[in-house]
T-cell receptor, first 118, second 119 residues
Framework: AQKVTQAQTEISVVEKEDVTLDCVYETRDTTYYLFWYKQPPSGELVFLIRRNSFDEQNEISGRYSWNFQKSTSSFNFTITASQVVDSAVYFCALSPYPKGAGSYQLTFGKGTKLSVIP | ETGVTQTPRHLVMGMTNKKSLKCEQHLGHNAMYWYKQSAKKPLELMFVYSLEERVENNSVPSRFSPECPNSSHLFLHLHTLQPEDSALYLC??????????????????FGPGTRLTVT
């Protein structure tokens, strides 16, 4: 069974502060995919990143960066110099590597609500 | 239109009503999904269609009935719902290549959701 844990339910930061959202996962698969999604108040989930389990290289995209550590089963997300527009619920998700029909389970964490205060 | 669209955006229905949710994707994807998002619960995958064939049904009650007439459209037919079915229903699509031996699982793109209230 797969499981994704986002221990931080809500986080508040003041604008321009850095913030890290934690994600810990459990899986028996040796190959898998990890994702981060953003859900603003409008409700639509916005894809942010996909990471293969065999690629542990950290990634940076503008103010966003992701730290994938297979040894600790973590895939943390850092926002640098946060902005009010970053306020949203952020979801970490896990998917098995495709093996055939039925391997479509995308397991989500419960999400972390980030509030960036002006 | 671009991306994934869903209609209606809001729906209020009684327990004896029959209604349908519609999803349309304009991304050329071959797989579509229904998710349920309830307060304080993780997103729950309900149904998956790949190449218009249902490949996943996660023990969803029969009062929810999906339909996928083609790779661009997905419906969720609702009948005799319960108040606990009130939630945000999200549709998603992706390009899945496992059936053609392509490496990788492609990310899912979501619609804005239908906020359903059952009275």
């Amino acid at each position: 069974a797969q499981k994704v844990t986002q221990a931080q339910t809500e986080i508040s930061v003041v604008e321009k502060e850095d913030v890290t959202l934690d994600c810990v996962y459990e899986t028996r698969d040796t190959t898998y995919y990890l994702f981060w999604y953003k859900q603003p108040p409008s409700g639509e989930l916005v894809f942010l990143i996909r990471r293969n389990s065999f690629d542990e290289q950290n990634e940076i995209s503008g103010r966003y960066s992701w730290n994938f550590q297979k040894s600790t089963s973590s895939f943390n997300f850092t926002i640098t110099a946060s902005q009010v527009v970053d306020s949203a619920v952020y979801f970490c998700a896990l998917s098995p590597y495709p093996k055939g029909a039925g391997s479509y389970q995308l397991t989500f964490g419960k999400g972390t609500k980030l509030s960036v205060i002006p | 239109e671009t991306g994934v669209t869903q209609t209606p955006r809001h729906l209020v229905m009684g327990m004896t009503n029959k209604k349908s949710l519609k999803c349309e994707q304009h991304l050329g994807h071959n797989a579509m999904y229904w998710y349920k998002q309830s307060a304080k619960k993780p997103l729950e995958l309900m149904f998956v269609y790949s190449l218009e064939e249902r490949v996943e049904n996660n023990s969803v009650p029969s009062r929810f009935s999906p339909e996928c007439p083609n790779s661009s459209h997905l419906f969720l037919h609702l009948h005799t719902l319960q108040p606990e079915d009130s939630a945000l229903y999200l549709c998603a699509s992706s390009q899945d290549g496992w059936d053609r031996g392509l490496a990788g699982r492609y990310e899912q793109y979501f619609g804005p959701g239908t906020r359903l209230t059952v009275t």
